[in-house]
């Protein structure tokens, strides 16, 4: 099944680029792929459990053997009513686990599955005032629910068994009792896990102890942060391990523990080298790295991809792409944590932006070429708006060409069309805010700090790129007299949710050895504009950098010499309020230009024959001319 998932991977990277040269195809495609994957069969919505208390801290013993694919444990879960007094609660759990015991405060406690994922938990006479402190523990073993990419893994790596787990975004479930909800986050975890030598166990956070007894390694891991469920994760194999250390920005120096499988060892030592730099990089681009008192780490696991678990990304290879991709996640996905599956593109979108970035930042691409090759696979199907529709379905959830490349590609327009100052403010305001620090938040909070540090109101850019489907298509027909440019704007929709997507478009004019950059700010299909230049242009293109998610299509015609309009004919001249023009060819562009050369009219003509509408215009003597790719004629005009 491995090997069919990565021929999918290639089979559509194949399809969607010309060149690649991008992580996307390594990276986001292949992760969303292989998320898809390890979901579909096994996953299904988390019911809404656990709603009434507030979970403070997990405390956790679990005996692990790879050799079987198999769990058992026990698990406290700390906790409080969120609102008044609780003597019933649920808790998300695979009904296919067996529970044997849950004890309140010493004492058994009715304990049912009332549904395939719900556990539900009686605590009879023993009630919990609201904000009163207490833990329950669930005693349980089992073997997970069996898939190729489950959210608890057994596979071989040179036919040693190794356990993952993986369990965004329905997962966790699968393996331990939980609250899932993007609502709650545990204060801090303390796992405990038992395992034969010679394996490693591994998990979030700092190991803080070890012992092997006749054969039985204990592994004590805890960590001090607030974090989501799905982001707790353990892996245990025979790995070895070996450390970098990162000099941070504020002087702290941060461990990176690296933990491969012996057989990687020298690939590893060599691939994961570009962390440091990386790391600290965007521990001072972005802010401080959100977990500095502890450490950064990767674990290898069993597939190509990889998965931010807080502390400990999970990686299916060393690619730098990766490399960055998880690491970038744990400033968007891990201190901020999306409040919704639908707004999975406040961490898979600014995570692969941020790929991007080191992509190019190390030379192995350009801003232009990555954005060009989002737009060939976002435009490989007219639909689909960043915001996610369908959080039952994690095809969608997960969609690379959504919540990944559209995702990032959505980044990239903000940025551009705030500036870097205002969009690096905003980030940093944001990743900082103590209302979302370590917490949760939706769009709309992203949205509220950008337009602090813009002082833009993004509601139209947002209805459009954000929530709206599609693209704009966009027909440029641009006509060249000497130095001066005419360029006709239009676009179509390539999705009927948005019937025109309002941008500042870019073109780029080039002349011989002289270029300039002009911004058309499109309102209207049919718009005219037009650039005399200090220059003679010979070349006009649409969006050089690759700043508009947008498709187009070009006409460019160059005038030179008299255009040839022999039975060309202006009448009345003077003319009061209308003024007819016969003789014309296809394809004239007309311009009606008052002393000081402010243009009152400006037209293409398809006809022979034109009647125009001059009675707005002030008395005065006025230009008329008319281009065409034969090139241009001039006659005075006069108004009354």
């Not at 990176?256 to 990386?278: H, R, V």
């Not at 002289?514 to 200090?534: A, C, E, M």
């Amino acid at each position: 099944m491995k090997r069919l998932c990565n021929y999918l991977c290639f089979l559509i990277s194949s399809i969607s680029f010309a060149q690649q040269s991008s992580f996307l195809s390594q990276i986001a495609e292949k992760e969303a792929i292989n998320h898809a994957f390890r979901f579909s069969d096994i996953q299904a919505v988390t019911p809404a459990n656990g709603l009434n208390i507030d979970v403070i801290h997990y405390r956790s013993h679990w005996f692990i053997n790879p050799v079987n694919d198999s769990i058992k444990g026990k698990v406290a879960i700390v906790f409080r009513p969120k609102d008044a007094a609780v003597s019933q609660f649920t808790l998300d759990l695979a009904n296919n686990m067996l529970v044997s015991k849950v004890v309140f405060r010493g004492l058994d406690v009715a304990a049912n599955f009332t549904g395939v994922s719900t556990l539900s938990i009686n605590l009879g006479s023993q009630i919990l005032a609201s904000g009163q402190t207490d833990s329950v523990i669930v005693f349980y073993s089992g073997r997970p629910i069996a898939s190729p990419f489950g959210s608890f893994s057994r596979t071989l790596h040179q036919g040693v068994p190794i356990i993952y787990t993986l369990s965004e975004p329905y997962g966790a479930k699968d393996w331990w009792p939980c609250k899932q909800a993007l609502s709650d986050k545990a204060d801090s975890i303390d796992f405990t896990i038992y395992t034969p030598a010679p394996n490693v166990a591994v998990s979030n956070g700092l190991q803080v102890a070890f012992s092997e007894v006749n054969g039985l390694r204990t592994y004590r891991w805890k960590h001090k942060y607030p974090i989501t469920t799905y982001l707790l994760a353990i892996a245990v194999t025979n790995y070895s391990l070996f450390s970098y250390k990162a000099v941070l920005s504020d002087g702290d120096t941060l461990p990176i523990d690296n933990y491969c499988y012996p057989e990687s060892l020298a690939e590893w030592q060599t691939g994961m080298f570009p962390i440091i730099k990386m790391l600290q990089d965007f521990d001072t681009l972005i802010g401080p790295y959100p977990f500095s008192k502890e450490k950064y780490g990767h674990a290898q696991f069993g597939f190509g991809g990889g998965m931010e678990h807080q502390t400990i990304s999970f990686m299916g290879s060393t690619d730098i792409g990766l490399q960055a991709h998880e690491l970038v996640h744990h400033w968007f996905g891990n201190k901020i944590t999306c409040g919704s599956w639908n707004d999975i593109w406040l961490n898979e979108g600014f995570a692969t932006y941020f790929a991007a970035f080191e992509y190019v930042k190390a030379g192995l691409s350009t801003w232009p070429q990555e954005s060009q090759q989002w737009i060939d696979f976002i435009s490989t199907e007219p639909g689909g708006s960043v915001f996610c529709t369908d959080t039952s379905d994690v095809f969608r959830i997960f969609s690379a060409r959504i919540s990944y490349a559209k995702g990032a590609f959505l980044v990239r327009m903000i940025r551009h069309k705030i500036g870097d100052q205002a969009f690096w403010s905003a980030l940093r305001n944001y990743l900082s805010s103590p209302a979302l620090a370590y917490g949760y938040a939706k769009t709309p909070d992203l949205v509220a700090f950008l337009e602090q540090s813009s002082g833009q109101n993004l509601t139209e850019f947002f209805n459009d790129w954000y929530k709206g489907e599609g693209y704009p298509i966009f027909e440029v027909n641009s006509q060249i007299n000497g130095n001066e440019v005419v360029i006709n704007l239009s676009q179509t929709s390539s999705h009927p949710s948005v019937s025109f997507f309002e941008a500042a478009v870019p073109f780029k004019i080039s002349g011989f050895n002289r270029d300039t950059i002009i911004y058309i700010n499109h309102i209207q299909n049919g718009q005219l504009t037009s650039v005399q230049l200090p220059f003679v242009a010979n070349a006009v293109e649409f969006d050089p950098d690759r700043y508009l998610l947008a498709k187009s299509s070009s006409t460019l015609v160059s005038s030179r010499g008299n255009v040839l309009l022999p039975d060309l004919n202006i009448f009345p001249n003077p003319v009061a309020d209308n003024l007819v023009i016969r003789g014309l060819k296809a394809n004239i562009y007309i311009q009606i230009v008052d002393s000081k050369s402010v243009v009152y009219k400006s037209w293409f003509s398809n006809s022979d024959t034109e009647g125009v509408d001059v009675s707005s215009l002030p008395s005065g003597i006025y230009t008329i001319s008319f281009s065409s790719s034969e090139g241009k004629k001039i006659q005075k005009l006069v108004h009354y």
